[in-house]
């Protein structure tokens, strides 16, 4: 259960450095660090980065959950991941 | 006539019928919008809001904001609408140089605006105080101040900001009589009524929302407000198209391409839509042209204008999109309420297919900037006959078709259909304590249409990680005006004048200094 969320996290991660933070020091994006309330993330890129784990890990999410509420920081987006493969 | 009247007409035709549609749903009939803007008016001027008066709204996207648009024309006022996310010192600078009288704001943000407004009279002495003057209905505060009043012109319905080069955002004066002329033109052109079921996209501090607010309420028609989160998402925005049997659309090419992208357009029943009309940027062709399959119903128009004239030439679009075409749409044939004239750098017009700047003047044309009489004058070219041509910024050259869009003559780019100044960004950037030299370049993108990249210089060592950067950016700068990369170096190519020397910015690598 941990390793899969670890895993999720790494993968999330590394999307989320190459994509909107090319170059950035990977020590300095922590599972706590806020991504779209520390403007890290915006709305195309939160809509992109559900577009990946969409077709990552074939989940759907709802449109209620693409908000700060659920995706603030890795580690809510790799629980909620993992809700969701946990009820499909 | 004023712009309330539009509303007052259709109160007294069908006062059940429903006006607007909250997000979540909640219909406000036309009699039950018109009587609630008038108790609102009333509070208003029973608080010393009078003609020529502005009114600052800070409002999220909803009924209230509606309502308090109205109230503040009923009231003989001006609104001046700013964008209730904004950085808060944005925000206070705006009401700050229109000299508002009065400021409607949400319950939820009144304390932190408050401190602002506070913090911006401790430091300038000029600065007006505000201070709470009375609660209002639907969660809404009024703010008022005891500065000298300045009443402006008495027929000025609104006053919007757009960015300004020197960092400071300058606010279009329009007029009722600006405005209602864009909207019988509007009337006249889409054939729209009381069945139609308008979408309130755009936020109200941006001018595609005046198409919306006074078309649809204007015709007897039915506005249905998106907020701003459901507005940024593709996947909200496509099933409420759907469920809300929307009729008509109006947003800027950038929603509709995300739409086209990550919306799911095929899973969701649009058949209801009749016209889709797009304004504020080049729109992808290959993203219309996959809008355009999956949304056969409508009819799609290529509206253009900036801020200070509203729409002033529009195309339509001829069905289907051919598989070959790849150039964007034309911007099309100057609208029947307006003039437009292409002119060379003096005022005179190019032959025709030259390109040159596109100028026009007509009744829905502004009388300037707020309060910045050099920067009104610099806008206008004068002219021996007739009213002075508005200058766009915008070159273009004549075809077939109407006027082709070429690109612009200043440092001035269109991101998510917002009019950005890359001085004003430049500017906010330059607030990072550790900063020592900024310059701000747009670059164009597949997808985005602009990417803007910034090039930063820092004191020794203090650079700070992007993602420090990016938090700073959030809090300093609107959304829109957020850099897309990032550049560091030790100090930026400069001219022999000693100017940043953008063309050589172009050619600059990326330093990892």
Same mark, same amino acid.
């Given at each position: 259960?941990?390793?899969? =969320?670890?895993?999720?996290?790494?993968?999330?991660?590394?999307?989320?450095?190459?994509?909107?933070?090319?170059?950035?020091?990977?020590?300095?994006?922590?599972?706590?660090?806020?991504?779209?309330?520390?403007?890290?993330?915006?709305?195309?890129?939160?809509?992109?980065?559900?577009?990946?784990?969409?077709?990552?890990?074939?989940?759907?999410? =709802?449109?209620?959950?693409?908000?700060?509420?659920?995706?603030?920081?890795?580690?809510?987006?790799?629980?909620?991941?993992?809700?969701?493969?946990?009820?499909? | 006539?004023? !712009?309330?009247?539009?509303?007052?007409?259709?109160?007294?035709?069908?006062? @059940?019928?429903?006006?607007?549609? %909250?997000?979540?749903? @909640?219909?406000?009939?036309?009699?039950?919008?018109?009587?609630?803007?008038?108790?609102?008016?009333?509070?208003?001027?029973?608080?010393?809001?009078?003609?020529?008066?502005?009114?600052?709204?800070?409002?999220?996207?909803?009924?209230?904001?509606?309502?308090?648009?109205?109230?503040?024309?009923?009231?003989?006022?001006?609104?001046?609408?700013?964008?209730?996310?904004?950085?808060?010192?944005?925000?206070?600078?705006?009401?700050?140089?229109?000299?508002?009288?009065?400021?409607?704001?949400?319950?939820?943000?009144?304390?932190?605006?408050?401190?602002?407004?506070?913090?911006?009279?401790?430091?300038?002495?000029?600065?007006?105080?505000?201070?709470?003057?009375?609660?209002?209905?639907?969660?809404?505060?009024?703010?008022?101040?005891?500065?000298?009043?300045?009443?402006?012109?008495?027929?000025?319905? /609104?006053?919007?900001?757009?960015?300004? %080069?020197?960092?400071?955002?300058?606010?279009?004066?329009?007029?009722?009589?600006?405005? !209602?002329?864009?909207?019988?033109?509007?009337?006249?052109?889409?054939?729209?009524?009381?069945?139609?079921?308008?979408?309130?996209?755009?936020?109200?501090?941006?001018?595609?929302?005046?198409?919306?607010? /006074?078309?649809?309420?204007?015709?007897?028609?039915?506005?249905?407000?998106?907020?701003?989160?459901?507005?940024?998402?593709?996947?909200?925005?496509?099933?409420?198209?759907?469920?809300?049997?929307?009729?008509?659309?109006?947003?800027?090419?950038?929603?509709?391409?995300?739409?086209?992208?990550?919306?799911?357009?095929?899973?969701?029943?649009?058949?209801?839509?009749?016209?889709?009309?797009?304004?504020?940027?080049?729109?992808?062709?290959?993203? !219309?042209?996959?809008?355009?399959?999956?949304?056969? #119903?409508?009819?799609?128009?290529?509206?253009?204008?900036?801020?200070?004239?509203?729409?002033?030439?529009?195309?339509?679009?001829?069905?289907?999109?051919?598989?070959?075409?790849?150039?964007?749409?034309?911007?099309?044939?100057?609208?029947?309420?307006?003039?437009?004239?292409?002119?060379?750098?003096?005022?005179?017009?190019?032959?025709?297919?030259?390109?040159?700047?596109?100028?026009?003047?007509?009744?829905?044309?502004?009388?300037?900037?707020?309060?910045?009489?050099?920067?009104?004058?610099?806008?206008?070219?004068?002219?021996?006959?007739?009213?002075?041509?508005?200058? #766009?910024?915008?070159?273009?050259?004549?075809?077939?078709?109407?006027?082709?869009?070429?690109?612009?003559?200043?440092?001035?780019?269109?991101?998510?259909? /917002?009019?950005?100044?890359?001085?004003?960004?430049?500017?906010?950037?330059?607030?990072?304590?550790?900063?020592?030299?900024?310059?701000?370049?747009?670059?164009?993108?597949?997808?985005?249409?602009?990417?803007?990249?910034?090039?930063?210089?820092?004191?020794?060592?203090?650079?700070? %990680?992007?993602?420090?950067?990016?938090?700073?950016?959030?809090?300093?700068?609107?959304?829109?005006?957020?850099?897309?990369?990032?550049?560091?170096?030790?100090?930026?190519?400069? #001219?022999?004048?000693?100017?940043?020397? /953008?063309?050589?910015?172009?050619?600059?690598?990326?330093?990892?200094?």
């Amino acid at each position: 259960m941990a390793d899969r =969320q670890n895993e999720i996290t790494t993968a999330t991660k590394a999307f989320i450095l190459k994509e909107f933070l090319p170059g950035e020091d990977p020590d300095e994006l922590l599972d706590t660090t806020p991504l779209l309330s520390g403007g890290i993330l915006d709305s195309i890129s939160t809509v992109k980065l559900v577009g990946f784990l969409e077709d990552t890990y074939g989940i759907e999410f =709802q449109a209620h959950e693409i908000s700060e509420d659920h995706l603030d920081t890795l580690q809510l987006v790799a629980q909620l991941v993992q809700e969701k493969l946990g009820s499909s | 006539m004023r !712009l309330t009247e539009l509303l007052e007409r259709s109160a007294a035709r069908a006062p @059940e019928h429903v006006a607007i549609e %909250s997000g979540a749903g @909640e219909g406000l009939s036309y009699g039950a919008l018109d009587r609630q803007a008038e108790e609102l008016a009333h509070a208003l001027r029973s608080h010393g809001v009078g003609p020529g008066d502005r009114v600052g709204l800070q409002l999220p996207k909803s009924i209230a904001s509606v309502v308090s648009i109205f109230a503040s024309m009923k009231a003989g006022g001006a609104y001046v609408p700013v964008d209730s996310q904004a950085p808060l010192d944005r925000n206070t600078t705006i009401f700050g140089d229109c000299g508002v009288r009065a400021i409607v704001v949400g319950r939820a943000q009144c304390d932190a605006l408050c401190a602002a407004l506070t913090a911006a009279a401790a430091a300038d002495e000029h600065a007006a105080v505000f201070s709470v003057a009375a609660e209002l209905p639907r969660d809404l505060v009024l703010l008022t101040t005891d500065a000298e009043r300045q009443p402006g012109p008495p027929d000025l319905a /609104y006053i919007l900001s757009t960015s300004g %080069s020197t960092g400071r955002p300058k606010g279009v004066q329009l007029t009722h009589g600006n405005a !209602l002329s864009f909207v019988h033109w509007c009337a006249d052109t889409f054939d729209v009524g009381p069945d139609d079921r308008f979408s309130s996209h755009a936020p109200f501090h941006f001018d595609l929302s005046i198409l919306d607010i /006074y078309l649809s309420l204007g015709t007897g028609g039915t506005l249905v407000l998106i907020d701003e989160d459901t507005g940024r998402q593709p996947r909200a925005l496509a099933p409420l198209i759907a469920e809300r049997r929307l009729t008509v659309w109006y947003s800027t090419p950038s929603i509709l391409a995300l739409l086209v992208q990550h919306g799911r357009l095929e899973r969701h029943d649009a058949s209801a839509l009749r016209y889709v009309l797009f304004a504020g940027e080049v729109f992808p062709v290959r993203h !219309l042209r996959t809008l355009t399959e999956l949304w056969p #119903t409508a009819r799609y128009f290529n509206l253009y204008g900036p801020t200070e004239t509203n729409v002033c030439t529009f195309h339509e679009v001829t069905l289907p999109v051919p598989a070959q075409r790849h150039e964007p749409y034309p911007i099309g044939h100057a609208c029947a309420h307006v003039e437009t004239r292409v002119l060379d750098e003096r005022g005179a017009p190019v032959p025709g297919g030259t390109a040159g700047e596109l100028c026009v003047r007509g009744a829905p044309v502004t009388a300037g900037y707020w309060n910045l009489p050099e920067r009104t004058a610099s806008a206008f070219h004068a002219t021996d006959e007739g009213a002075p041509w508005y200058r #766009t910024g915008d070159i273009v050259h004549g075809s077939a078709d109407g006027y082709v869009f070429a690109g612009r003559q200043d440092r001035m780019v269109k991101r998510r259909g /917002y009019r950005i100044e890359l001085g004003e960004v430049e500017a906010r950037l330059h607030r990072h304590p550790d900063v020592t030299e900024v310059a701000v370049i747009a670059l164009p993108h597949e997808d985005d249409g602009v990417q803007i990249k910034a090039f930063m210089c820092w004191g020794n060592g203090s650079r700070p %990680s992007l993602i420090k950067l990016k938090a700073f950016c959030a809090n300093e700068l609107p959304g829109s005006m957020v850099p897309d990369v990032f550049s560091h170096h030790e100090s930026l190519p400069k #001219t022999s004048t000693d100017k940043v020397d /953008y063309q050589r910015l172009r050619s600059l690598g990326d330093d990892p200094a």
